[in-house]
T-cell receptor, first 114, second 112 residues
Framework: NAGVTQTPKFRILKIGQSMTLQCTQD?????MYWYRQDPGMGLKLIYY???????DKGEVPNGYNVSRSTTEDFPLRLELAAPSQTSVYFC?????????????FGDGTRLSIL | KNEVEQSPQNLTAQEGEFITINCSYS?????LHWLQQHPGGGIVSLFM???GKKKHGRLIATINIQEKHSSLHITASHPRDSAVYIC??????????????FGKGTKLSVKP
């Protein structure tokens, strides 16, 4: 079982460039999430999805976009990279949000904007 | 004030010591998670609690809903337990209420 797979693991972008962080899961989970983790801070929710075709904003959505065309994939798009978006990004998935099922995390993408 | 507070922020222990990490929260919750973040960055779920106590190997997690407090205990600590331990709460069920609110984490270092 691959679980949650994120690519790339590392990336350096120049200010103003765009890129897509890829996330795929093979557990047939309905819920998927994108978080960012900044030094000394807790994980912050960027966007989440409750199923294919349905996405919603989290706590820190500005500067990002998402789509969910399939159950498996939940890419995160940065359109105009800014230094404030330097962070470690985690994708996660869960079966639901009302049972005792945990969230499963990818290994993270370390992104630097220079 | 953060909705989820962890203490201590950093903890250094000698191998074999009993370790306690605390988590306090200020909102009503439906469940609380304890997660472990390895030095390489990966995050894994350790426990999900809505009441009482859970045990897995040398790890024990407890929660007191009335006091809005949870503890994670590690017995007979080992250097491989060195990691960041993260507390997260789920406020409700479904929609945005089903999302997690995370503490800042407790960095544990166990010396041989």
């Amino acid at each position: 079982n691959a679980g949650v797979t994120q690519t790339p693991k590392f990336r350096i972008l120049k200010i103003g460039q765009s890129m897509t962080l890829q996330c795929t899961q093979d557990m047939n989970h309905n819920y998927m999430y994108w978080y960012r983790q900044d030094p000394g801070m807790g994980l912050k929710l960027i966007y989440y999805s409750v199923g294919a075709g349905i996405t919603d904003k989290g706590e820190v959505p500005n500067g990002y976009n998402v789509s969910r065309s399939t159950t498996e994939d939940f890419p995160l798009r940065l359109e105009l990279a800014a230094p404030s978006q330097t962070s470690v990004y985690f994708c996660a998935s869960s079966l639901d949000t009302y049972s005792n099922q945990p969230q499963h995390f990818g290994d993270g993408t370390r992104l630097s904007i220079l | 004030k953060n909705e989820v507070e962890q203490s201590p922020q950093n903890l250094t222990a000698q191998e074999g010591e009993f370790i306690t990490i605390n988590c306090s929260y200020s909102v009503g919750i439906s469940a609380l998670h304890w997660l472990q973040q390895h030095p390489g960055g990966g995050i894994v779920s350790l426990f999900m609690l809505s009441s009482g106590k859970k045990k897995h190997g040398r790890l024990i997690a407890t929660i007191n809903i009335q006091e809005k407090h949870s503890s994670l205990h590690i017995t007979a600590s080992h250097p491989r337990d060195s990691a960041v331990y993260i507390c997260a709460v789920r406020r409700g069920y479904g929609g945005s209420q089903g999302n997690l609110i995370f503490g800042k984490g407790t960095k544990l270092s166990v010396k041989p």
